[in-house]
Structure formats: C-alpha cells, structure tokens
C-alpha cells in the first residue's frame, strides 16, 4: 500500500468523524435557531428577566434532548462507520460519499420539525401534542392543507427551503474537509481504537441522556415556573415522539380504585352519603323545579374559535359583539367560563358527553358507546326530536354515526343547509357560513312539529383562514389596541381575524334578534351559545394571562317563563359540564340527570362545586391551577377583576380546596366514563 494511499483513507477516517461532528453541531444549531425564535416571537421580556435563571435551565435541559435525539439518529451509522473502518478500508471514501446526503436529509428533518414546532405554537399555544395526529384523519387533511394555502406564502416556504438546504448542503461539504485538513495524517490503529471507543460511549450516553442518572425524558422537563419557558424545552422531534407514545394511550383511562372513588365521591357531594359501593346511578340528581311548563324548543350553539378574550377590546370603532351585544347585556352571559378542551372535537363531546378520555371519542373504538349521559337520549326520553347540525360536512370525525349513537334522531351538515335555506353559500375551505346555518334552524323552529325541538348546532366561519362572506359590511374595525398582545405583524391578517369573530358572533345575535322578533318563538325557544375553545393566532399569551387561553363566553336566552328561582350573577365560574345542568333545571320538573356540573342560575348556589374546569387548567374565585403532563403550576389572582394571575409556592386554603375539587371531579370523570363503557359492553 502506497503511503498516498494511507495518507488518503486516513482523511477519509477523519473526514468521517468530522461528518458526524459537523451533523451534531448542526442539529443542536437547528433546534436552538427554533427555540430562539419562539422566545423572540412569544417570550414575555418582564417574565425573561423575572427567570432567567430558570430559561437558561430550560434551554441547557432541551440541548440535552436536542443531543439525545441526534445521537440516536447517527448511532447506526457510526457504528456502520466503525465496521467499515477496521475491516474495510477502502470502502471508507464511498462511506463518506453516501455519508453526506444521509446527514442532510437527517438536518432537513430537524429544520422541518422545528419550524413546525415554531409555527404550532402560534396556533395552539403548545409544543406538537397529540392534537396533531387528529389533521391526519382524511377529512381535517384536506381541509388543513386548503388552511395552509392561503393562510402562508407558498413561494416563500418554498424559498426558505431551498435556502435552508443549500445553507446546510454547502455546510456538509466544506466544513469536514476544513476540520480533517487541520489534522496530520500520521494516525495509528491505537489513535483510531481510542478514539472509536471515546466516541462511541459519548454517543451511548447522549443517546441516553446521562451517565450516572436516570435516562433523561421530556416528561421530566418540567423546571420552571413559567409555562411558556417549559414550552421551549422538547424540540419538535421530541415533541412528536412524545406525542405518538401519547397518541397510542390517549384512549386509556387510568383506573381509579373503590378506595380513590370513594374519597373523590365524599369531597364532590359532601351533602351526600357516600355508597359502599359507587355506581352511575349514584351520579345522578334531580332537578328543583317544582312544576312542568310546556318543553321549549331547545337550541344550543357551539361556536368555533369563540373565545373570550378578544371581547375584552371591544370598543365603538372596534366592534367585536355585532349584533350580539343587546343580548349579551340583557340574557344571561358569562365569561368566567371555560371550555372543557381546546380542540373542537373533544369540546363538541365534552359538553355532550362529559368523558375523561384525552381525545377524541368518536374517531376511537369507542365511537358506537353510547353513552348514558348525553342530552340528547335524555331530551328524546321527554319526547323532544333531537337534531345535530355541523357547518361542515358529517364524515368529520365520524360526527354522522356517533351522534345517532348518543340520540340525536337527524344529523345535517353543509349540504342540508345549502339545499334548503334559499341564497345560501359555503366558504372557500371549511363549510357553510354560520348565518346559513342558523336560518336552517330557524326555518326548522317556525315549521310546525308536534313535538319539541332539541337542536344542537356547530359552527365552523371563524376558523383560520378567517374569510366572512364578501359581502358582509359589518361594523368598524380597530385593531390598533390588539395589536401590542399578538405576534403577528400582518395588519391585513389581524383585520382579517377581528371581522370573522366579529362576523360569527352577529350571525348569532342576528340569529336571537330573529328569534325575540316573533313573539310565538320568543316564548317557546331556548337558545344557548358558548365557543369551542379560545380564539387561535390572534394572542400572544404571557404566563400571567394562563386563564385566558380557556376562556369562552356562555351566553344563555331564557323566555320569561322559564325564569323561576333564577339568579343573574354573570361573576359566577363555570364551564362546559354546567351548561346543560343549567338548562334542565329551567325546563324539566323533578328530572334525574347525571349530576356532574352546577346549575349556575341556581338562587342557593353551590359555590362549593363552583369552579371551571379544562383539561388542562381549572379556576375559580381562589386562583388557577394550570396542570399538563406531569406540569403543575399554581396561581393567585393579581386582583379581583379575575383577568391576571400570578404564580404562587404558597397556596392559599382556598386554591388549596381548588386543587382537592379538581382532583375529585378528575377522579369521578374518570370513574364515570369507565362505568358507561363497561355497561355498553355488558350489553353486548
């Protein structure tokens, strides 16, 4: 062997371990460029320099995920590398051709998961979660993909791509070469032992994560007290990775023991005696109203994207309410409230159904349950026709059949609505526009029928990309105050958001104005309205503004009839799981029903079961608890307004009491959701 021969396999040797090195460095350069980005974009500066401390903890703990995940990307192949290397030298040059375009597509992968991590925050306020698997059903895929159409500049995407991979392709060709050419080439089979051996256990133990500790995990990164900094921690492969072992047990239920039931059963009915052994029937209460009045129609909206907070701006050149303003100030309307998830699937189910599962019923094996809590078995049961509408179309998730499984007699979407109501249009991308939607009903409220009307209603207009109808006027719009509270810096975008919300909450105030309007109706009809969860894209929210990113109003019309023993006390805490409570003790006498939520118009009020409730976050008049995958970060309020909070070591006896509620309800929830899935499967 020549020694230009040698001379050449030993800087192919070091050119190799160079190449590794340049993609490991590259890598942890990627996945920091994204976590720099999102502080930059959505970081609070007040909270940065309050912690930073804890930031720097944060960004040190996700560079060791950031090496643990790319250390086990190239451990194959630098083991490859090493067989090659001791028994094939020759083969070392073509190694480290198919080496490079191997490291590229791996840093291409990284860039692509961080810049989707970047932009998911934007939207849902959260690293990838499991929420994520739910676009890869067919129906939300095509639709997302409309979705990122219009709402990104494809041309620029694309360039960024391209200017991306050049910028690492050029990086991958001439920084090993640079690193090997300051190196002699006189190395020895002991150079190369040793520094095989060194590498390979600094690979095992980056793709472990430590030494001599536990293996590092990103359920474990839970180290500051600020959400958002906790947010920063899993980079978007993590992120993902976490999210499909997620995704895989999303629809387990941990089991909760007699013993767990019971001491849950004790702390949510304290003025009841609690069974030896619990069983649904247990759950179940009856309503306080004394005497039956006739059944009034029932219709209850759930609003996409109806979020609380953006109402908070409004203003008389920054009209938010629409024509829902009158009825927001005369009917019952509540903002202390939560919705019960922050996806429209698990919301829509939640509020029906109140199961504990972390996803989506109706797209799981779980999907022909039928469940003993909905209100619509137990409106057909008082002889009411129960009718389920989407804006949308009924094959997403499965909305057709599962609802028919939990008693609702019809469902419609996008197609009934535009064959029946004259003049009707759908949207470019999503499904018909809401004013559309509620004609069709009330087209179905002035027909006769001989029985009442049970009508639950999900709208889709105020859902990114955000386009009302073109000709919609609308009121002013003033997005001059928002602003200063988003991380957008497109006007035309942010003016966009403001008149869809403000588009869909008209449509609705239209929609009751046409209802109060016909005196046979306004006696007659109930109408009930809350969102799905907050308004997505629009805020960037600070830690202290947590609560915020649950809240939606619930807006309640009651005809005058239905008004008995009833309290206006729009301050009071809610959510989701008491809308129907509500409802029922107005118009139902001496009914059992499953008994879960709180009545909120109740004159002797349970303020001790008086708390809102979201999967992730629970609030009452004492503070908040935010609790998310092993994080669980306590709050006060700042004041008694309700709108800010602030972290807190030293719980109160009231959030204290917070904390055991939301615990019992967890428990009980749980218990519950198991009990109807056993019954259904006793059944069969």
Same mark, same amino acid.
């Given at each position: 062997?020549?020694?230009?021969?040698?001379?050449?396999?030993?800087?192919?040797?070091?050119?190799?371990?160079?190449?590794?090195?340049?993609?490991?460095?590259?890598?942890?350069?990627?996945?920091?460029? /994204?976590?720099?980005?999102?502080?930059?974009?959505?970081?609070?500066?007040?909270?940065?320099?309050?912690?930073?401390?804890?930031?720097?903890?944060?960004?040190?703990?996700?560079?060791?995920?950031?090496?643990?995940?790319?250390?086990?990307?190239?451990?194959?192949?630098?083991?490859?590398?090493?067989?090659?290397?001791?028994?094939?030298?020759? !083969?070392?040059?073509?190694?480290?051709?198919?080496?490079?375009?191997?490291?590229?597509?791996?840093?291409?992968?990284?860039?692509?998961?961080?810049?989707?991590?970047?932009? &998911?925050?934007?939207?849902?306020?959260?690293?990838?979660?499991?929420?994520?698997?739910?676009? %890869?059903? !067919?129906?939300?895929?095509?639709?997302?993909?409309?979705?990122?159409?219009?709402?990104?500049?494809?041309?620029?995407?694309?360039?960024?791509?391209?200017?991306?991979?050049? $910028?690492?392709?050029?990086?991958? *060709?001439?920084?090993?070469?640079?690193?090997?050419?300051?190196?002699?080439?006189?190395?020895?089979?002991?150079?190369?032992?040793?520094?095989?051996?060194?590498?390979?256990? $600094?690979?095992?133990?980056?793709?472990?994560?430590?030494?001599?500790?536990?293996?590092?995990?990103?359920?474990?990164?839970?180290?500051?007290?600020?959400?958002?900094?906790?947010?920063?921690?899993?980079?978007?492969?993590?992120?993902?990775?976490?999210?499909?072992?997620?995704? *895989?047990?999303?629809?387990?239920? *941990?089991?909760?023991?007699?013993?767990?039931?019971?001491?849950?059963?004790?702390?949510?009915?304290?003025?009841?005696?609690?069974?030896?052994?619990?069983?649904?029937?247990?759950?179940?209460?009856?309503?306080?109203?004394?005497?039956?009045?006739? $059944?009034?129609?029932?219709?209850?909206?759930?609003?996409?994207?109806?979020?609380?907070?953006?109402?908070?701006?409004?203003?008389?050149?920054?009209?938010?309410?629409?024509?829902?303003?009158?009825?927001?100030?005369?009917?019952?309307?509540?903002?202390?409230?939560?919705?019960?998830?922050?996806?429209?699937?698990?919301?829509?189910?939640?509020?029906?159904?109140?199961?504990?599962?972390?996803?989506?019923?109706?797209?799981?094996? %779980?999907?022909?349950?039928?469940?003993?809590?909905?209100?619509?078995?137990?409106?057909?049961?008082?002889?009411?026709?129960?009718? %389920?509408?989407?804006?949308?179309?009924?094959? !997403?998730?499965?909305?057709?059949?599962?609802?028919?499984?939990?008693?609702?007699?019809?469902?419609?979407?996008?197609?009934?609505?535009?064959?029946?109501?004259?003049?009707?249009?759908?949207?470019?991308? !999503?499904?018909?526009?809401?004013?559309?939607?509620?004609?069709?009903?009330?087209?179905?409220?002035?027909?006769?029928?001989?029985?009442?009307?049970?009508?639950?209603?999900?709208?889709?207009?105020?859902?990114?990309?955000?386009?009302?109808?073109?000709?919609?006027?609308?009121?002013?719009?003033?997005?001059?105050?928002?602003?200063?509270?988003?991380?957008?810096?497109?006007?035309?975008?942010?003016?966009?958001?403001?008149?869809?919300?403000?588009?869909?909450?008209?449509?609705? /105030?239209?929609?009751?104005?046409?209802?109060?309007?016909?005196?046979?109706?306004?006696?007659?009809?109930?109408?009930?309205?809350?969102?799905?969860?907050?308004?997505?894209?629009?805020?960037?929210?600070?830690?202290?503004?947590?609560?915020? *990113?649950?809240?939606?109003?619930?807006?309640? &019309?009651?005809?005058?009839?239905?008004?008995?023993?009833?309290?206006?006390?729009?301050?009071?805490?809610?959510?989701?799981?008491?809308?129907?409570?509500?409802?029922?003790?107005?118009?139902?006498?001496?009914?059992?029903?499953?008994?879960?939520?709180?009545?909120?118009?109740?004159?002797?009020?349970?303020?001790?079961?008086?708390?809102?409730?979201?999967?992730?976050?629970?609030?009452?008049?004492?503070?908040?608890?935010?609790?998310?995958?092993?994080?669980?970060?306590?709050?006060?309020?700042?004041?008694?307004? &309700?709108?800010?909070?602030?972290?807190?070591?030293?719980?109160?006896?009231?959030?204290?009491?917070?904390?055991?509620?939301?615990?019992?309800?967890?428990?009980?929830?749980?218990?519950?959701?198991?009990?109807?899935?056993?019954?259904?499967?006793?059944?069969?």
């Amino acid at each position: 062997m020549t020694a230009a021969t040698t001379q050449g396999r030993q800087s192919d040797w070091v050119r190799s371990n160079a190449l590794f090195f340049v993609v490991l460095l590259l890598g942890l350069g990627i996945f920091l460029a /994204g976590r720099l980005a999102m502080l930059h974009s959505y970081g609070e500066p007040g909270v940065v320099s309050k912690y930073t401390d804890y930031l720097l903890n944060d960004l040190v703990y996700g560079s060791r995920l950031d090496l643990k995940i790319l250390a086990i990307a190239i451990a194959p192949a630098y083991l490859l590398f090493l067989v090659i290397a001791m028994t094939a030298k020759s !083969w070392l040059n073509t190694f480290y051709r198919l080496l490079r375009p191997v490291g590229f597509v791996l840093l291409m992968i990284c860039a692509l998961f961080a810049a989707i991590n970047y932009h &998911y925050y934007a939207i849902f306020g959260n690293h990838i979660d499991v929420f994520i698997f739910d676009f %890869f059903e !067919w129906e939300n895929t095509r639709e997302v993909l409309k979705t990122i159409w219009i709402d990104f500049s494809i041309p620029v995407l694309l360039l960024q791509i391209v200017l991306t991979g050049l $910028l690492l392709w050029y990086a991958l *060709k001439m920084l090993p070469p640079w690193i090997a050419g300051k190196y002699p080439f006189h190395i020895t089979r002991t150079h190369q032992v040793v520094v095989a051996v060194i590498c390979s256990v $600094l690979i095992a133990a980056s793709a472990r994560g430590a030494i001599t500790a536990r293996p590092l995990s990103v359920t474990r990164a839970s180290l500051s007290p600020d959400v958002f900094f906790n947010k920063l921690v899993p980079n978007g492969m993590v992120a993902f990775y976490d999210a499909s072992k997620r995704n *895989k047990k999303k629809m387990k239920l *941990k089991a909760v023991s007699e013993e767990e039931l019971q001491q849950a059963f004790a702390r949510y009915y304290p003025d009841k005696a609690t069974p030896p052994v619990i069983g649904p029937d247990d759950l179940l209460t009856r309503t306080t109203l004394q005497e039956q009045p006739p $059944l009034p129609d029932v219709v209850f909206s759930l609003m996409e994207s109806f979020g609380a907070r953006l109402l908070t701006f409004h203003a008389g050149n920054n009209n938010v309410y629409g024509a829902l303003e009158p009825h927001a100030s005369e009917d019952f309307f509540f903002t202390r409230f939560t919705s019960a998830s922050t996806n429209t699937a698990r919301s829509l189910e939640k509020v029906m159904l109140g199961h504990a599962f972390s996803s989506s019923v109706s797209s799981s094996s %779980f999907r022909n349950v039928d469940f003993l809590a909905s209100p619509a078995r137990l409106f057909a049961a008082r002889g009411y026709r129960t009718i %389920f509408i989407t804006s949308g179309r009924k094959t !997403w998730a499965n909305i057709d059949s599962f609802m028919k499984h939990q008693g609702f007699q019809d469902v419609y979407d996008e197609y009934a609505v535009l064959s029946e109501v004259e003049g009707s249009t759908g949207g470019r991308t !999503w499904g018909v526009y809401d004013e559309y939607s509620y004609a069709f009903i009330r087209q179905l409220l002035e027909q006769p029928h001989d029985k009442p009307l049970f009508i639950v209603l999900l709208t889709i207009t105020n859902h990114s990309p955000f386009e009302p109808p073109d000709d919609y006027e609308g009121y002013p719009v003033n997005i001059d105050a928002v602003m200063p509270h988003t991380a957008l810096t497109d006007r035309d975008k942010m003016h966009s958001i403001v008149r869809t919300y403000q588009y869909a909450n008209d449509s609705l /105030g239209k929609f009751i104005s046409s209802i109060k309007d016909k005196p046979e109706l306004a006696g007659s009809t109930v109408i009930a309205a809350s969102g799905d969860h907050e308004l997505r894209y629009i805020f960037n929210t600070r830690n202290s503004e947590t609560a915020w *990113k649950y809240r939606v109003p619930f807006y309640l &019309y009651l005809p005058p009839a239905y008004r008995v023993d009833t309290v206006n006390d729009h301050d009071r805490f809610g959510s989701h799981r008491d809308i129907f409570p509500t409802i029922y003790n107005r118009i139902f006498a001496d009914m059992a029903y499953y008994d879960l939520g709180v009545d909120l118009l109740a004159a002797d009020f349970n303020h001790e079961r008086a708390f809102s409730m979201n999967d992730r976050f629970a609030m009452s008049s004492d503070g908040g608890i935010y609790d998310e995958d092993g994080t669980r970060i306590l709050y006060h309020w700042k004041d008694d307004r &309700y709108d800010l909070l602030k972290t807190t070591e030293s719980p109160s006896a009231g959030l204290q009491r917070l904390a055991s509620l939301e615990n019992a309800y967890t428990s009980l929830i749980r218990a519950f959701t198991r009990m109807q899935i056993d019954a259904r499967e006793a059944q069969n």
